[in-house]
């Protein structure tokens, strides 16, 4: 089955500067790769995603980029700020699914310092 | 707004007992829930596929006769955790999307499950 690998486990940066997370997957079948926001205590929120047929897509402050040859996919955060600080996850899904079948990485501790 | 709805947010068992943790969508139907838990400082895994009006399609190492799921109605699904343990304590969060596949994945708010 699809697996999915996420580095940093922690990352620490400065307001201000970028942060960049990676995930790489095991099945080249998976079309959907959202990423997820994840505050102490409370449920993931989706903060972009992108699909198979697109190489990148971005959202303001936040990017993500897909590599299908390599199989991975990067998260970019331009311009942190300190309520960027939580856990970040990444997933696949795998294409025989219904589209709400995720398999996530291992998750980023994001921290912004002022 | 949120438009997948979870209960209880949090529960607190003795060993031994079951706990029944609900999953509804408010807007739309979901032929298809699924069901994930999180270990403090883990990632979320999937525990099961939730089908209406069928049976739930359990990940490997999952003991479906101890994570009872129960899809009676396009719009609640149920995780009954039976005969629960201390290592049983965890975050659950269900998840549901509509039936249009290009719809993001919505997450209910997780219930927090302590066995003492």
Excluded at chain 1, 51 to 66: F, Y
């Amino acid at each position: 089955g699809e697996n999915v690998e996420q580095h940093p486990s922690t990352l620490s940066v400065q307001e201000g500067d970028s942060a960049v997370i990676k995930c790489t997957y095991s099945d080249s079948a998976s079309n959907y790769f959202p990423w997820y926001k994840q505050e102490l205590g409370k449920r993931p929120q989706l903060i972009i995603d992108i699909r198979s047929n697109v190489g990148e897509k971005k959202d303001q402050r936040i990017a993500v980029t897909l590599n299908k040859t390599a199989k991975h996919f990067s998260l970019h955060i331009t311009e942190t700020q300190p309520e960027d600080s939580a856990v970040y996850f990444c997933a696949a899904s795998p294409p025989y699914n219904q589209g709400g079948k995720l398999i996530f990485g291992q998750g980023t501790e994001l921290s912004v310092k002022p | 707004g949120a438009v997948v709805s979870q209960h209880p947010s949090w529960v607190i068992c003795k060993s031994g007992t079951s706990v029944k943790i609900e999953c509804r969508s408010l807007d739309f139907q979901a032929t298809t829930m699924f069901w994930y838990r999180q270990f403090p400082k883990q990632s979320l895994m999937l525990m099961a596929t939730s089908n209406e009006g069928s049976k739930a399609t359990y990940e490997q190492g999952v003991e479906k006769d101890k994570f009872l799921i129960n899809h009676a109605s396009l719009t609640l699904s149920t995780l009954t955790v039976t005969s629960a343990h201390p290592e049983d304590s965890s975050f659950y969060i269900c998840s549901a999307n509509r039936e249009d596949r290009n719809s993001p994945l919505h997450f209910g708010n997780g219930t927090r499950l302590t066995v003492t």
